[in-house]
């Protein structure tokens, strides 16, 4: 559970381990925060401070998703920027930069504009990111330089793949000294057809339109040869096949200027989850097999993939409720990613130091985003976990407007205590 209210004017955090991920130090020191920033011990009076008793836990930098659909504007039914940030919080995040496929997408810098004046007075920092063509049909850019102007920290038509190499090719070559990068939704339209889960064993099975590992790796080749071939800066979203893994592994050694991204349940979760026609665990691109999951795992381990981001995708009961076929892809993610990602990966030899860095210095890389030291007169930017809690998802944890995930029930290690925002902050203790 846990609430989301106004940060009290003095905390006082005890007896937790402090972990600085901007210069990866670690020291046993108690946390003072005062007016919304770290302070001295002798800056606060414990007396009147709120105490926190954070025995066994890790205080870290608040974590940055650089993948997220807020809906709004235009689907405020599904999730608004307010919504949005109530589910960040709770999952430890306290930045969030949010996809343009809205309705109206954000192609220009007026909605840019729209974004960032609706996120004043938000606990948490929203970045715009802007689409990379006119309503994300894929054919004629949209307005790119005025809209890093007005904010926005990269450019995607996520949600659309783009099709037509040409367009892709001027986009990277236009956008190549902005500093920002364009992130293409990696799968080949034709080949995942219309594919509604992992094409195997399983979908001949169950008998349902599958979409095969080629769909995306054919789509990351082919941007890993544009990337190549005019310099421009491209992340890779969501990937989640092996063969895509070694194909950024690859180019990335011969120092291709790219950048990529896993979500929590293309780590952790599976195809089975849809072998009982769970619309919940329908996402694009699909969940995968076993070893698939271990490839990306492998993936974050070396360095291929920088960083963990959501994919927090909200839809509405109705839409969900509809069968396989006709559902919308997506699955909410915000309240879930810490606790998936760091059970999955604990799992496989990472440290709980590392996830953190995944979710904090990885993004902020790829974004080029500064990160707060965690030094007096910061802003207190941060996260409480507990690494060893092992505890189960459920409703009660779900701070979105929808609730279409397949995880509620699922058993997790390590959780989010408490997470200090702009001017609220999500607490257990
Ligand atoms: O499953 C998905 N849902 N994948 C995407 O890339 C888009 C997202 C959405 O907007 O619902």
């Known amino acids: 559970m846990g609430t989301i209210a106004s940060i009290p004017r003095e905390i006082l955090i005890e007896g937790g381990t402090f972990y600085d991920p901007t210069t990866r ?59 949005g940030s109530m589910a960040a919080l709770a999952g430890g995040f306290t930045r969030v930069c949010v996809m343009p496929n809205t309705d109206p997408p954000i192609d220009a810098p007026e909605g840019a504009r729209f974004i960032l004046e609706r996120s004043e007075g938000l606990p948490v920092i929203i970045y715009p990111i802007g689409a990379v063509t006119k309503g994300q049909r894929g054919e004629e850019l949209a307005e790119l330089l005025e809209m890093q102007a007005a904010g926005v920290v990269a450019f995607s038509d996520d949600g659309q793949p783009i099709q037509n190499g040409q367009v892709l090719r001027r986009a990277l070559f236009y956008t190549r000294d902005l500093g920002i990068p364009i992130i293409n939704h990696a799968e080949d339209v034709a080949l995942r057809a219309e594919g509604v889960m992992n094409e195997g064993a399983l979908s001949t099975r169950l008998g349902l339109p599958a979409n095969p590992a080629l769909a995306e790796a054919a789509m990351v080749y082919r941007d890993l040869l544009l990337a190549e071939d005019t ?110 990602a760091h059970t999955t990966l604990l799992g496989a030899g990472l440290t709980t130091e590392k996830v953190i860095d995944l979710f904090t210095t990885g993004p902020a890389r790829v974004l080029g985003l500064d990160l707060n030291h965690l030094i007096p007169g910061q802003p207190a930017e941060l996260v409480v976990l507990d690494p060893a809690e092992e505890w189960t998802f459920t409703r009660d944890d779900i701070h979105s407007r929808s609730r279409n995930t397949p995880m509620l029930g699922m058993k997790f290690k390590g959780r989010v205590k408490a997470t200090l925002g702009l001017n609220m902050w999500f607490n257990t203790l």
Do not use: W
């Not at 930098?61 to 993948?67: A, P, Q």
């Open 25 to 83: 130090q670690t020291s046993q020191a108690s946390v003072a925060v005062k007016n919304g920033r770290l302070a001295g011990l002798d800056d606060i009076k414990p007396e009147k401070a709120k105490v926190i008793d954070a025995q066994g836990c890790i205080i870290t930098h608040g974590f940055i998703d650089i993948h997220a659909h807020f809906r709004e504007p235009g689907r405020e039914d599904k999730e608004s920027l307010a919504t």
């Open 231 to 340: 310099q421009g800066r491209l992340h890779v979203p969501h990937i989640s096949t092996a063969l895509a893994v070694d194909l950024v592994r690859n180019f990335k050694g011969r120092g291709v200027p790219v950048t990529a991204e896993t979500t929590p349940h293309h780590l952790g979760l599976t195809e089975e989850l849809v072998r009982d026609f769970s619309t919940n665990a329908k996402v694009a691109p699909p969940l995968r097999g076993q070893e698939d999951l271990q490839a990306v795992v492998a993936g974050l381990i070396d360095g291929t993939i920088d960083c963990i981001a959501t994919d927090h995708a909200p839809h509405t009961v109705e839409e969900k409720e509809q069968d396989m076929i006709r559902a919308p892809f997506g699955m909410i993610g915000l309240e879930s990613a810490f606790g998936l």
